[in-house]
């Protein structure tokens, strides 16, 4: 595989992502919500960093930053959008611009709906994708910012990536979007095993991500809302589930 990528927890449940590409071993982190958790895994890998991504400027995805460029150094990339909002860019990005890591090449994509600015990483080589609080394992983001319109453009967008593309979400939600999401569709038997089956996971201690486009187009609710109007309606509801 071109581009190996790992999740790595930080804080109550969030995720750093760090890639490292295998032909250069040019390494990236994606949304380092906290700084020591990534300076382990980067000084493990030999303590090289070439870029630092961020997807959105929430403080539990870029809290880190400061302290992993002061270590290693790495360019910091984000939206040109959001860029009065996030860390000093090195490289200040919009849709359809590319970020090279080694011999590695990313598209970013505009995906807003959980913030207005919000941006994702497609890495083809991976394939991954680094989708932020976009779209996360059968569930999706909050709209704390943008609309029901533009998160169901978003998703859409993320469901024509090719199916084995892997989705390198924020947050460790799956368990909890599993009981949503069978609220929703009961019938669905692929959920249904799924959510068996991260209740198995969560329950050993392991993660539940990355998951795969495929699975998100055949078990998540929001990835599947037909249009807008049923995206809505499902994120309300998601909004007061517990």
Not at 12 to 31: H, K, P, R
Not at 133 to 155: I, K, N, P, V, Y
Not at 158 to 174: F, I, K, Q, S
């Amino acid at each position: 595989m071109a581009l190996t990528v790992t999740g790595i927890p930080c804080l109550s449940d969030n995720y750093v992502w760090l890639l490292q590409d295998a032909a250069t071993g040019a390494i990236a982190v994606c949304d380092p919500g906290e700084a020591d958790p990534a300076i382990a895994a980067v000084e493990r890998l030999g303590g090289r960093l070439d870029l630092i991504l961020l997807t959105h400027h929430h403080g539990d995805h870029i809290g880190g930053v400061s302290a992993l460029q002061a270590r290693f150094g790495g360019k910091i990339i984000g939206a040109a959008a959001d860029a009065h909002r996030l860390p000093k860019l090195d490289q200040a990005v919009r849709a359809g611009d590319t970020v090279t890591l080694g011999s590695a090449a990313g598209m970013v994509l505009e995906t807003p709906g959980h913030t207005v600015g919000h941006i994702t990483f497609y890495f083809p080589d991976g394939p991954a994708v680094l989708c932020g609080d976009t779209l996360f394992a059968l569930g999706c983001g909050r709209l704390l910012e943008g609309s029901a319109a533009q998160m169901h453009a978003s998703l859409q967008a993320l469901a024509a990536l090719p199916p084995d593309t892997r989705v390198c979400c924020g947050h460790e939600y799956t368990e909890s979007n599993a009981r949503f999401a069978l609220t929703v569709e009961p019938g669905n038997q692929a959920l249904i095993a799924r959510a068996t089956h991260v209740r198995n996971l969560r329950a050993a201690g392991q993660p539940t991500v990355p998951t795969t486009i495929a699975m998100e187009r055949a078990e998540n609710p929001f990835m599947r809302a037909a249009d807008v109007a049923r995206l809505a309606a499902i994120r309300t509801a998601k909004d007061s589930f517990r």
